[in-house]
């Protein structure tokens, strides 16, 4: 079975721009949930989808927003870059109903300049 | 709010030279406790989940233990390429199906 797979993986924007990141679950997954890592913060929750629904949100301002397709392919963007969003997004998927192993894609690498 | 604290931050070993890292955590209901690698520049690979105090779990070298408070993971005979970063994760009921994740501990595992 093939992976979660993450697009791009490597991102360079500056300052006040706006960013969407892609994911693709493992098949059969229909949960998608978002992580920002950084090395002073680690791994921070973004957001959960399960089924098109946003079911949990971390605590992150209004600028990260996501969504999710009816093929379970998610999207996050980010607007409004500021030099504090450059991290390591991780996308990872699971089945989603009661059970709570998740697996992870390879991340994007988010550089603002 | 669950919390999790992983020690030591960071670990080297001589080749064949075993040791535990240790996963500390406070949470309301736990659902699943789960233990990640993490290679540089990579995402976490999953390893195990231990649901309740008393259960263990082994893949090759490594074999993860949990109580009502921590889990250990037991790396036996370590070799270079065990050389990574392990996140430690809980769920509980009151955490709306996320993860929270400890800040990891880095090891290091000199040929």
């Known amino acids: 079975k093939a992976g979660v797979t993450q697009t791009p993986r490597y991102l360079i924007k500056t300052r006040g721009q706006q960013v969407t990141l892609s994911c693709s679950p493992i098949?059969?997954?229909?949960?998608v949930s978002w992580y920002q890592q950084t090395p002073g913060q680690g791994l921070q929750f973004l957001f959960e989808?399960?089924?098109?629904?946003?079911?949990n949100k971390g605590n992150f301002p209004g600028r990260f927003s996501g969504r999710q397709f009816s093929n379970s392919r998610s999207e996050m963007n980010v607007s409004t870059l500021e030099l504090g969003d450059s991290a390591l997004y991780l996308c990872a998927s699971s089945p989603g109903q009661a059970v709570y192993e998740q697996y992870f894609g390879p991340g994007t690498r988010l550089t603002v300049t | 709010e669950d919390q999790v604290t992983q020690s030591p931050e960071a670990l080297r070993l001589q080749e064949g030279e075993s040791s535990s890292l240790n996963c500390s955590y406070t949470v309301s209901g736990l659902r699943g406790l789960f233990w990640y690698r993490q290679d540089p520049g990579k995402g976490p690979e999953f390893l195990f989940t231990?649901?309740?105090a008393g259960e263990e779990k082994e893949k090759e070298r490594l074999k993860a233990t949990l109580t009502k408070k921590e889990s250990f993971l037991h790396i036996t005979a370590p070799k270079p390429e065990d050389s990574a970063t392990y996140l430690c994760?809980?769920?509980?009921?009151?955490?709306?199906?996320?993860?929270?994740f400890g800040s990891g501990t880095q090891l290091t595992v000199l040929p």
């Open positions: 231990l649901y309740s």
């Open positions: 098949s059969g997954h229909r949960s």
């Open positions: 989808y399960f089924s098109e629904t946003q079911r």
């Open positions: 994760a809980v769920r509980g009921d009151g955490s709306a199906r996320q993860l929270t």
